[in-house]
Nanobody, 115 residues
Framework: VQLQASGGGLVQAGGSLRLSCTAS????????LGWFRQAPGKERELVARISSDGSTYYAASVKGRFTTSRDNAKNTVYLQMNSLKTEDTAVYFC??????????WGLGTQVTVSS
């Protein structure tokens, strides 16, 4: 499975971005899909995930601002990010896995939020 994330960029605080991550190589409709981020000097952290049944999880820092969704017909997962803050600046990665681990990772897309 190959994952390609896109949609990152530079946005002012308070703005919005929508990240997309498309999988190729096989269907990921039965996989759990996650969004992670890593800021300079910090550890990678889970931002959001969506299970195959559509249930979601959000980190406390983004809850109420970010929404993840999936389109199995397009083999794609999305991360809608609203009310962005400077502390959301990071490289965002998508990941996929059939069980409790994430076996496949995308290369990441940079999100920069300016004040």
């Amino acid at each position: 499975v190959q994952l390609q994330a896109s949609g990152g960029g530079l946005v002012q605080a308070g703005g919005s971005l929508r990240l997309s991550c498309t999988a190729s190589g096989r269907t990921v409709s039965t996989y759990r899909l996650g969004w992670f981020r890593q800021a300079p000097g910090k550890e990678r952290e889970l931002v959001a995930r969506i299970s195959s049944d559509g249930s979601t999880y959000y980190a406390a820092s983004v809850k109420g601002r970010f929404t993840t969704s999936r389109d199995n017909a397009k083999n794609t997962v999305y991360l809608q990010m609203n009310s962005l803050k400077t502390e959301d600046t990071a490289v965002y990665f998508c990941a996929a896995g059939p069980q409790s681990s994430y076996d496949y990772w995308g290369l990441g897309t940079q999100v920069t939020v300016s004040s």
